[in-house]
T-cell receptor, first 113, second 116 residues
């Protein structure tokens, strides 16, 4: 158990819908990262927050957004969902903004029908 | 731009064999970090090791060992006396310190099947 929690574990929804994925980092970790794992794209970085502020963006679509709250938990919002958004979404946390090891949550498997 | 290549898509070995997973990386940064993660069939990503670009010493942890060679931009991972529980997908990843990109750039992964 990495100490990073993600909910829900599974999510099934329809095209055009909007969903919210939630992540709680390990106790004491200030940095939260979101990654997407799909069969065709592999593991891709989406976005990073550090102590409530957006720090870096990767290959995140405009239909996706995220935020980190004062209690350091983070939410990833996915809207106008398409079939191609079906993937495993991971949240990871690390202590600081340095390249420390990132500890990953169990992931949320999103299926868009 | 940074890139990580894991040319071996899938490797199958018999239990107790040694196996080496290859990782080649590209970066323009002089300060960077390399990682290995394991993804067992259950799906979670498990951290195995972090190595910074200034430390080329090989590392051994039990049956696991890592060989970092800057001259060939490689960070290979060897499992000695493999076991069925080692069956998983293994990812090599890179993080750059100088450019401020802390996020991990992953390779495509190597699926290791250890047969009993």
């Amino acid at each position: 158990d990495s100490g990073v929690t993600q909910t829900p574990k599974h999510l099934i929804t329809a095209t055009g819908q909007r969903v919210t994925l939630r992540c709680s980092p390990r106790s004491g970790d200030l940095s939260v990262y979101w990654y997407q794992q799909s069969l065709d794209q592999g593991l891709q970085f989406l976005i990073q927050y550090y102590n409530g502020e957006e720090r870096a963006k990767g290959n995140i679509l405009e239909r996706f957004s995220a935020q980190q709250f004062p209690d350091l938990h983070s939410e990833l919002n996915l809207s106008s969902l398409e079939l191609g958004d079906s993937a495993l979404y991971f949240c990871a946390s690390s202590v600081t903004d340095s390249p420390n090891e990132q500890f990953f949550g169990p992931g949320t498997r999103l299926t868009v029908l | 731009a940074q890139k990580v290549t894991q040319a071996q898509t899938e490797i199958s070995v018999v239990e107790k064999e040694d196996v080496t997973l290859d990782c080649v990386y590209e970066t323009r940064d002089t300060t960077y970090y390399l990682f290995w993660y394991k993804q067992p069939p259950s799906g979670e990503l498990v951290f195995l090791i972090r190595r910074n670009s200034f430390d080329e010493q090989n590392e051994i942890s039990g049956r696991y060992s890592w060989n970092f060679q800057k001259s060939t931009s490689s960070f290979n991972f060897t499992i000695t006396a493999s076991q069925v529980v080692d069956s998983a997908v293994y990812f090599c990843a890179l993080s750059e310190a100088g450019t401020g990109r802390r996020a991990l750039t992953f390779g495509s992964g190597t699926r290791l099947q250890v047969q009993p």
